[in-house]
């Protein structure tokens, strides 16, 4: 098994450039990341090309935060700073080199957000498919996100379906599929065709992945039994140092 750091949680500490020497120090195969932007792409590009990682995905912009904003795409009346943030995370993935790109649903609900929603992750599909990016979409929990647009998986197979598009595919947090549906062996190999991205956390103090109600030794031999070719994404919160919360990366390497 494969690990990419996920650095909107691990060595938080650090700039983006140097979590990402901290990363491949660590023995990581891959990087992720949550919101980039504030960082030059030329220097993260840097990080990436002295490591030789790659950035498998980032998220767009979420809005005003301090208004409670956690994304766009699914707001009605706000699809162009929803289409200015797709913009924006597609040509920042694209000058790093990043395949991923994660869309924000935000917090709405009802027929309206959804047929929003559809139709920005059209234009994202569209747009990303000229730099070869896959668009991804992430079903949040309820505990942590309440009200996001975007909570189970089948939601997003549906929406998939129905935007219709190769390169839209599902993120498949083990942590928030676990809180909102469980069974998450039958839902892995059932969704393995949509499945875009994989993350992981201990459930429910996502924290390290060694405890909890989630045994990933069981998960990552199932995931490797299905021939899953990609590292998973550890985005987890460490409890303390990042470095000192690694001891399940050799244990679960060999799962
Ligand atoms: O919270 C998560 O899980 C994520 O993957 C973030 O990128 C989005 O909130
Ligand atoms: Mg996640």
Known sequence: MQFS???????KELSLPDAILA??????????????YDVP???VKAALQETGLKMLGLNTRRGDTSAGDNGLAAIPGRVSEARAA?????????EIGTPNVHVMAGFAQGDEARATFLDNLHYACELAAQSNITILIEPLNH???PGYFLSTTQQASDLIALVGKTNLKLMFDCY???????????R???????????????????SAPDHGEVNYEYIFKLLNSLSYPKPLGAE????????????WMSALKHA
């Open 176 to 186: 928030h599929v676990q809180l909102m549906e469980g069974d998450l062996s039958h």
């Open 23 to 36: 990363a491949k120090n660590a023995g990581f195969a891959a990087v992720e990341c949550h919101w980039p």
């Open 5 to 11: 750091a996920n650095l909107g949680f691990l060595w």
């Open 41 to 43: 792409a030329e220097k």
């Open 86 to 94: 797709i913009e924006e995370a597609i040509a920042y993935a694209s």
């Open 236 to 247: 987890y919160k460490p409890s303390g140092d990042t470095s000192a919360s690694l001891g």
């Open 188 to 206: 892995l190999e059932k969704l393995m065709p949509l499945i875009g991205h994989i993350q992981f956390a201990s459930v429910p103090d996502r």
């Open 143 to 145: 505990y942590d996100a």
